[in-house]
């Protein structure tokens, strides 16, 4: 059966990605993942609530056995600019002690919510934390500078929309990801 057409689809500019594109990426992140996770104790722990069709689908493209949890953690308040205040709304409950943790994360940006997810993350004293973030937006200066070890695609430093990620809680099924028209949120 086709997929019923999107209406929301007609919202955006520009689609940066389709669903196959992004199927294949994700397919190669979990390749290199198994890879370099083989003989390791390993947790995703997803940040709510963006980063949870991608923690779905990477976790099905990961071959060694692991668990998955969910952290929360929210900064915008509906609207397209980060207010800088970044509230933890839920902590991890899978035992993380001694284990290989990765935070898989829907976009870094000002950094500020991968920074407040680690340093919360550290508290339950895993062996060691890596981030996977899908979308990696081009910046000249970041609120909080973090390594991420994994990276599906970079993207300009527009507000994007699709596959998880949301303008005011819509658009997170979209299939494809792609940059919202201005006018919807000007
Ligand atoms: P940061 O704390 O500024 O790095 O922002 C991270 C969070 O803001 C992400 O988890 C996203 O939920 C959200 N975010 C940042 N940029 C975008 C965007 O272009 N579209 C939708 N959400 C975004
Ligand atoms: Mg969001």
């Given at each position: 059966m086709e997929r019923i057409p999107n209406?929301?689809?007609?919202?955006?500019?520009?689609?940066?990605?389709?669903k196959e594109v992004i199927h294949q990426r994700v397919l190669e992140l979990g390749a290199q993942i198994t890879e370099d996770y083989m003989d390791r104790d390993l947790v995703l722990v997803g940040i709510l609530r963006g980063a949870a069709v991608f923690l779905c689908d990477l976790s099905r493209a990961i071959a060694v056995p692991h668990s998955w949890d969910m952290c929360g953690a929210s900064?915008?308040?509906?609207?397209?600019?980060?207010?800088g205040h970044v509230q933890i709304t839920k902590d991890v409950e899978v035992d993380l002690r001694n284990k290989h943790v990765i935070v898989v994360e829907d976009i870094y940006d000002s950094g500020r919510t991968l920074r407040a997810i680690c340093d919360l993350l550290r508290v339950h004293q895993p062996a060691s934390i890596e981030v996977c973030a899908l979308l990696y937006k081009e910046k000249v200066q970041r609120a909080s500078e973090v390594a991420i070890k994994y990276v599906g695609f970079e993207i300009p430093d527009e507000f994007v929309v699709g596959y998880g990620l949301d303008y005011n809680e819509y658009?997170?099924?979209?299939e494809c990801i792609g940059i919202l028209d201005p006018k919807i949120y000007s």
């Open positions: 209406p929301l689809d007609e919202h955006l500019t520009r689609v940066l990605y389709s900064s915008y308040h509906g609207g397209t600019a980060t207010s658009y997170r099924n979209l």
